[in-house]
Each structure stands twice: as structure tokens, then as C-alpha cells.
């Protein structure tokens, strides 16, 4: 009995723990007792994370730079105050559950148990992604993110737009309801040695944030199926206009408690006075926000064609000057 939970639970778990613990400590001032309370760990077992090298953190069969993409996905959602305990149980069950199928974890759990790879076994799979269960037309979607995600990997130049927060694009149902109605990528994109890289496939529900933000648009925009956050600065605010894509600037209220709510009620407001549409919404960030542009389009794909031909443009002016 050699079920895949335990590299789970000996190496991955100990190692995101900490990670996202020395994240909260350096990057957002945390207290290791305020750290430990959201970690459901001891303020003694805090206090040895933040002492741990970071270079040793990570155990096989995972790489430091896989995992420090995961916990800076992770951590930037707890410092914001987006995940509650339920959320941060399945964002962390969505990681393994997706380095199970055919990741780390599986690789690893079939050199332990050769016999798996002589009896294919597809046991992860058929648990957490039966294809059968998938509709066809979730699958074009998936497909859809998929040929977007190689697109951008392959894109050297987009390294440059991702914000610290990371990015991530994401594709809804046309009739979407809800989180579960959205398609985008487990941990987002990260940058990892100057390119970009997806952690994991794409999957329907991974997203809160965006998800959220494209709903919010699709409910009066029907046309609008995919949104992707980029960094927003002057360089991105030059090439929006050159472009002359319809935008507007998000100038948030430093009173206005709801971080996240405040995007989605400008977002809601934006779209229904803007009879022609937006193609992007700025976020100008604010204490503790960093600044982002969300770019929207009909499909990822088209969405992403728009997004690399900024990225390449953006290079080639840095290149001239």
C-alpha cells in the first residue's frame, strides 16, 4: 500500500508551508503568530520555517523554482485576504491533484512503485479527470487555453508583463454561471529563469479572481469570454493608446474597504456605460495593490495574438531607444 498522499504529505506539504511562510514574513511583514494561525501550524514550527535555507526547502522530487510558484500564488491570495480556509484546503488539493496527473508527484510515485509504469497505471487520472465526464465543449475551451499557454511560453518577451502577483488567463462557458463555468490555470503563470511557464494544466474552477472579474463582464457583455491580467505601467499605458484600444482607469478609493469588490463594481459600472465595449480595464493599484491592466477578447487565443503583439512591440521600442 504505496498510495501517491505520501509525497504528498512528506515533501510537498512541509515544503510549501515553508515557502509561503517565508513569503508572508518578507514580502508582507507577517508575525510569525499571525502566521502560524493561518498556516493551522505552531508558532514553534513557523519560527523553524523562517530559519530553514531557502535553497533546501524544496525535497525531491520537486524543484525550488516549481515550488516557489506555487507559494507565491498562494501567499499573494492569503496577504489579500481572497482565500478563505475552504479556498486555501482546495487550492492546495488542486496543486497535488494536478502534479498527480502525469506532474511530479506521478514521476516520482512510479519510480517507488515501478510496477506502476508496467501496468499503466492511470489510476489519478480517471479519479480527478475522466475525459468522459468532460462536455465537448468544455473541452474546446480547455484546448483553447492550451494553445494559448504554448503560445505565451513560447513568447520570450512576455516575461516582461507579468506583474509580481503573476498572471493568468482564463476562458469562460458561454453561458457561464459561475467560478466552476471558468477555465484557467492551476498557480498561474510564472516566471521561472526569465520565461514564463504554466505549473499546470488549465482546469474549470481554479480561478477566483478572474473568474469573478470576467462573469462580471460577460453578464452584460456576452461577446466577452476571456480575460488576462498584465503588469500596467507607463510603457503598457503607451501601447494601449497606440493601439487605441477603448480603456478605462479603475482610481481606487483608499476608504473603500472591499479590495477585490471595488475592481468588480468598476468593472460592472465600465462595461454598462461603455455602449462600444472595453478592451481594457486599468487597475491603477493602490496600499498593498499592484497595478495591472486586464485585457479581454472573445476566445484566449485571440486574446493572447493581441497580448504577444504588445509584448513584441514593447521590446522592439526598448531595443530602439
Known sequence: MNPPCELTVRALLPSLRTLVAKELAKNYGWTQTKIA???????AAVSGYLTQDIESAAQPPFTIEELKGIAKTITAEIALKRLTNVDLINNICEVCLSLRRGGAICHA??????????????????????????SDVRRIILGDLRASVSLLESTPEFAELVPEVFS???????????????AGIPGRLVRVRGKVKA?????????SHLARLLLTVMKIDPNVRSVINLKYDEKMRDAIEKLNLRCLVLNRDPNYRGKEDQLIKF???????????????????????EPN????NESATKLTDRVVRIAKMLNNSKKEK
Not at 494561525?37 to 508558532?43: A, D, N, S, Y
Not at 493568468?168 to 471558468?182: C, F, P, R, S, T
Open 267 to 289: 468593472a460592472e459600472m465600465a462595461v454598462k456605460n461603455d455602449g462600444n465595449g472595453l478592451d481594457v480595464i486599468i487597475d491603477a493599484g493602490g496600499f498593498g495593490i
Open 109 to 134: 510515485h512510479k519510480i517507488k512503485v515501478p510496477e506502476l509504469e508496467e501496468e499503466r497505471c492511470t489510476i489519478c487520472m480517471q479519479l480527478h479527470m475522466s475525459l468522459a465526464d468532460i
Open 199 to 207: 505549473l499546470m494544466d488549465p482546469e474549470f474552477g481554479v480561478s
Open 168 to 182: 493568468n488567463i482564463v476562458m469562460g462557458l458561454k453561458e457561464a454561471k459561475g467560478v466552476a463555468d471558468v
Open 37 to 43: 494561525k493561518r498556516l493551522g501550524v505552531t508558532q
Open 293 to 296: 491592466a486586464y485585457f479581454f
